[in-house]
């Protein structure tokens, strides 16, 4: 998958693969790519079987591209330290090849929900961790771990589900509201102006990239991340049930000796579940007429 975009922005050194490139050179066609995007833009939630409401409002104190690209620099010494430590799945594993065959299923289905994520370089890298664990960083920065494939034993329709939930939490911009909320001026102001090029831009950065590897999301955006995870996997062809299925496995990961990374920050309780029991049905439909494509 070497993009032409990767080799521009010099991102192959650490890159699994730019799915942007891919989904524009292959699946994409810009009748498609222009046909969703005034779709994202004209009717985001009419569009959408699940109801998750409007994003929220102050996020929009924190500047989206300063954010993406404080992710993009924490995600860049993420990858390089795994890769120093001889953890990071090269191209060519079957696990990673399993991930980025996912990814390319989802992300033509990410526009609907944040009309940025047409100009976002995904990326999907697998690490070699006992940790059962995945993310996704603002900007379409994605990050598994071996230990939530290999210890819940997950079926491609049950890591399409983890990957569309943390897609979800970047395409919803959980990251960027949890930051307004919790430092709103503060970080407002130092990304500002890091953006204008005036103060200690590097620092600011540095600083918010590391709280993005840290950061909690609230039990309002794990729903929401649930929701709109399961209708992205729904229009990718993944089986909805798993969603179902693959937070059963969660919980009995809990009460096991797993690494508590995920589990702590997704609690995995009934309420959990049943929601999304209550869901599949809504996405049912999307799912049977991306099945016959
Ligand atoms: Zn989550």
Redesign the pocket.
């Known amino acids: 998958m070497k993009g032409k975009c990767q080799r521009e922005s010099g991102w192959a050194y650490y890159c699994g693969m730019c799915m942007l490139c891919f989904a524009k050179s292959s699946a994409w066609s810009s009748r498609r790519g222009f046909l969703l995007a005034s779709a994202a833009a004209a009717a985001t939630p009419a569009l959408a079987q699940v109801d998750v409401g409007k994003p929220e409002a102050i996020r929009k104190l924190v500047p989206a591209e300063a954010l993406e690209n404080s992710a993009a620099q924490q995600y860049a010494k993420v990858i390089s330290d795994a890769r120093a430590k001889n953890v990071l799945r090269s191209e060519g594993d079957p696990q990673l090849a399993r991930l980025h065959a996912i990814a390319r299923k989802l992300i033509p289905f990410a526009t609907q929900w944040n009309p940025r994520a047409a100009q976002w370089r995904w990326q999907v890298n697998l690490i070699a961790s006992k940790q059962i664990n995945a993310w996704c960083m603002p900007g379409g920065k994605i990050a598994f771990y071996t230990g939530i494939l290999d210890q819940l034993k997950l079926t491609d329709d049950e890591a399409a589900m983890i990957m569309g ?2 897609m ?2 970047a395409l919803r911009e ?1 990251a960027r509201e949890r930051l307004a909320k919790s430092q709103a001026t503060n970080i407002g102001l130092r990304l500002g102006a890091q953006l204008l090029g005036l103060g200690n831009a590097g620092d600011a950065a540095a600083n918010i990239g590391t709280q993005l590897l840290t950061l909690k ?1 609230s039990r309002s ?2 729903s929401e ?2 929701l709109v995870g399961l209708e992205i996997a729904a229009r990718g062809a993944y089986l909805p049930d798993a969603s179902v299925s693959l937070w059963k496995k969660m919980t009995a990961a809990s009460g096991g000796s797993g690494g508590p990374a995920f589990l702590s ?2 609690p995995s309780g009934p309420q959990r579940i049943q929601q999304l029991q209550a869901n599949v049905p809504k996405v049912k439909a999307l799912y049977d007429k991306a099945r016959r494509v």
């Open positions: 939930h943390e979800a939490h959980h999301f955006d794990e991340a649930d920050t997704h």
